[in-house]
């Protein structure tokens, strides 16, 4: 039987408890069982709680090591060694994409947007070439913690002028107020020592008036037209200000008013802040060269008909541009006009032979200023004696045509006119 005091089993039918020397009393074996019973369950629960809480801290432990380990990778990630590490191999790869989202870039210009960026950085990467093979060493911290220094070596890339004392070259990184992955600093780029790309601020384009420029792959639209340097509205140029650009080689591409397009390449700098579309021989369609020439030639040849015959300028004005002003021109028209009625010679048989265009621009004043080489001859004779002789000449003049483009090209001017004797 077992104590009632202490629960120790005793011989049977003993009137007190070995143990505690307490009286026994003998209990039936119904109610004996279920003690037993009772007991058993007890320890049997107290068993199974022990498991479970055995699994839970198993648990717990996992997730806690899971967890700690994913917040080092992301440290790690976030780290100023890595960020580095990634951006010295996108740099390998050329992937401008990477390298412009890793960049400290900062303006609401829109010529220093992504696409101008990434094609500024294209040029600039392709340049230089790959980097080999990279090593980074470990972070060093300045300002305050604001500034991370990042040294790394490169098996390809040398300069002398960048190296420092242990043969290393150094990136900089600029803490933001962001944070990322909710935890750790985020960090960004700012290389002067690989790729620098500053900008310029009140960067100027001078163009024709009517002429559709692209900056960097960007529309220059109307808004960014200086009216305080474009002078009266009749002005033939517009001035564009562009409000920030890069400091990198950047293509220009300028559509004129009659299709034909022009493209340049400018690096802006402190000095180098207006870029002046222009037009030569040698970047001028030869389409375009045919079509001015043609258009020269039947103007000499209105013009030579005119003062051949006496005709007032106001008689063969049709044939110029009908929105220019061509009071200028009408004045060299007649001074020409003057000398032929007072000249004593009589010309006929009057011929133009051949034409060369010797240079194209863009005028100052109009569309083009082209400077065309005629060769001409004619029969002269001397109006008041019937018996001389008529003198044939071959004659070669240079003559600058200028023109505007309405529906065709259209003259506004001429340098000089020929004159006969």
């Known amino acids: 039987m077992f104590c009632g005091q202490c629960g120790t089993k005793n011989e049977k039918g003993a009137a007190f408890c070995e143990n505690c020397g307490a009286k026994l009393k003998e209990v039936p074996k119904e109610e004996e069982k279920e003690k037993k019973s009772t007991s058993k369950k007890v320890e049997k629960k107290k068993k199974d709680l022990s498991k479970k809480q055995k699994v839970l801290i198993a648990v717990i432990a996992i997730v806690l090591v899971v967890s700690f380990g994913y917040y080092k990778s992301l440290e790690k990630k976030a780290s100023p060694e890595t960020i580095v590490r990634n951006y010295l191999t996108a740099i390998n790869n050329q992937d401008y994409e990477t390298i412009y989202d890793m960049l400290d870039v900062s303006s609401s210009s829109e010529f220093v947007s992504k696409k101008a960026y990434k094609e500024a950085l294209a040029k600039m990467i392709q340049s230089k070439g790959e980097l080999g093979t990279i090593n980074v060493g470990t972070v060093t911290y300045e300002n305050g913690g604001l500034k991370a220094v990042v040294p790394f070596t490169s098996s390809k890339y040398k300069s002398n002028s960048i190296l420092g004392s242990d043969n290393s070259l150094k990136i900089n990184l600029i803490k933001t107020s962001n944070k990322k992955y909710i935890f750790f600093n985020d960090w960004k780029i700012d290389d002067s020592t690989l790729i620098t790309l500053d900008t310029v601020k009140n960067y100027y384009i001078k163009a024709p008036k009517d002429t559709k420029v692209t900056y960097g792959g960007v529309s220059v639209s109307d808004k960014y037209i200086d009216s305080s340097k474009n002078g009266s509205k009749e002005s033939t140029v517009v001035y564009y200000k562009l409000p920030e650009v890069l400091k990198a080689e950047t293509s220009v591409v300028a559509k004129l008013k009659d299709g034909t397009e022009v493209t340049g390449k400018v690096t802006p700098s402190s000095y180098n802040t207006m870029y002046t579309v222009s037009i030569t021989k040698s970047n001028l369609s030869n389409s375009v060269q045919s079509k001015l020439l043609e258009a020269a030639k039947n103007d000499f040849n209105t013009i030579v008909k005119g003062l051949l ?6 008689n063969i004005k049709s044939n110029f541009s009908s929105k220019e002003s061509l009071d200028n021109f009408e004045s060299n028209y007649n001074y020409g006009l003057k000398n032929r009625k007072n000249s004593n010679y009589a010309i006929s048989n009057y ?15 109009c569309l083009y200023e082209v400077r065309v080489s005629i060769d001409y001859k004619y029969d002269s004779k001397y109006k008041n004696d019937e018996e001389a002789s008529t003198n044939d000449y071959n004659r070669t003049g240079y003559f600058t045509f200028y023109y505007t483009y309405e529906d065709g090209y259209k003259l506004v001017n001429m340098s000089n006119v020929p004159s006969f004797y």
Do not use: R
């Open 309 to 314: 015959e006496e005709k007032e300028f106001s």
């Open 351 to 365: 011929q133009l032979t051949d034409a060369e265009i010797s240079s194209v621009a863009i005028g100052s004043n």
